[in-house]
């Protein structure tokens, strides 16, 4: 590979940063029968985390495993959709009669996947073309329970249940999941508080039936490792305190560190060794790459919400935020403004917020905002 820095998709153990321990107890929770559920921010390498779990010998031999990624959906609908087109996706390596026994018992998608003169499906299914996703779910729950082997299936960014339009949605997929004797799901997602909620509470349908599992940053000498290494095997070097800015700067999530040093791989010349020089001007480049678009979200949001994301920036994690002290700070118009303020840029994705402590969402963004004007 030209480049072992990913900034997207699994490549294999080679190109995967530690998480030795965190492998090892997924594994074992899946194995021995635990649905889990799997909480950290994003960008923190929970996907990575689940491919590289299912790469197991010990889970590659024994399990079908799926992963279904729903972050961009807005209800069932959506729902069922991903979660066909990601098996029909996963079942393709397989061929044609795999396809076909999946299509045997989701008859209702039957007709959304044609075969090619190699025998290879595609799949023609669009958003809304899903007429009765109740039916459709219950084919698909039933292919799971009935497939060759047991089933591993994990549904990604999965707190967007909870924001589906339908009624009882959470109870519906926990009626399926309960059914389901040989498979075991894995529910990851990035809202740590609507995931508690999801899971800690009493009153919702998910209450006690995973196992939870936070995931934190991978640690600063880990890194440093998988850093230098790749770094040596190219003919190329990178100084210790490059290594120690970038992961501080970044406060250690993985797809900063990624982006980081994909670049500073991709830009390093064998005879100079990268320093905290290159780290500045690579960080830099992608900042005035994307202040366009940066500029551009600033323009359609309105005048409360730019000034509490300028607020939050400067903050870096703003706590508070609707206290005195803080509105006063910022010269922000009342509290109940940036209560509704704040819950829009949420909404947006523009923030997030960590037990109460809100951060602009992206990293390079906050990083771009700190040097405007309030």
């Known amino acids: 590979m030209d480049n072992p820095f990913l900034t997207v998709g699994y490549a294999g153990a080679d190109y995967f940063c530690d998480r030795v321990n965190e492998t090892e107890r997924l594994t074992t929770l899946l194995t021995n029968g635990n649905n889990v559920a799997l909480i950290s921010p994003r960008r923190m390498g929970k996907t990575g985390l689940i491919y590289h779990c299912f790469q197991q010998k ?61 025998g290879m499906p595609t799949w023609s299914l669009q958003f809304g073309d899903i007429q009765a996703p109740q039916i459709t779910l219950d084919e698909i729950f039933s292919y799971i329970e009935n497939a060759d082997k047991p089933s591993l299936v994990a549904i990604d960014e999965f707190q967007s249940v909870a924001l589906y339009p339908e009624k009882n949605v959470e109870a519906t997929l926990r009626t399926y999941i309960q059914r389901c004797n040989k498979a075991r799901f894995v529910f990851s997602g990035s809202q740590r508080s609507m995931m508690s909620e999801m899971f800690a509470s009493a009153a919702r349908p998910f209450y006690q039936s995973v196992s939870i599992f936070n995931l934190d940053t991978i640690p600063e000498e880990k890194y440093r490792g998988f850093i230098q290494g790749h770094f040596k095997n190219a003919g190329k070097r990178i100084l210790d305190d490059t290594i120690h800015e970038a992961y501080k700067k970044f406060d250690g999530v993985t797809w900063y560190i990624q982006k ?39 323009y359609l949001i309105s005048p409360s919400q730019k000034s ?67």
Not at 90 to 112: D, H, R
Not at 269 to 296: C, F, M, P, S, W
Not at 315 to 343: C, M, N
């Open 260 to 298: 980081i040093m994909n670049q500073l791989f991709s830009r390093a010349e064998k005879k100079h060794a990268v320093d905290v020089l290159n780290l500045e001007e690579t960080v830099e480049n992608i900042i005035r790459e994307n202040a366009d678009a940066y500029g551009n979200l600033l």
């Open 58 to 118: 010990k889970i590659l031999s024994k399990f079908n495993t799926f992963v279904v990624d729903i972050y961009a959906t807005k209800n069932l609908n959506e729902f069922v959709y991903e979660m066909g087109r990601q098996i029909v996706n996963t079942l393709k390596p397989k061929g044609k009669k795999a396809i076909e026994k999946f299509l045997g018992i989701v008859k209702s998608l039957k007709n959304c996947v044609a075969f090619d003169i190699q």
């Open 308 to 374: 509490l994301l300028l607020a939050i920036s400067q903050e870096g994690k703003a706590s508070g935020i609707t206290g005195r002290d803080f509105i006063k700070r910022y010269s922000l118009a009342s509290a109940s403004s940036v209560q509704k303020a704040i819950l829009s840029l949420q909404e947006k994705q523009l923030v997030t917020n960590d037990l109460g402590a809100y951060e602009v969402y992206d990293k390079f963004m906050a990083l771009w905002l700190k040097k405007q004007v309030i």
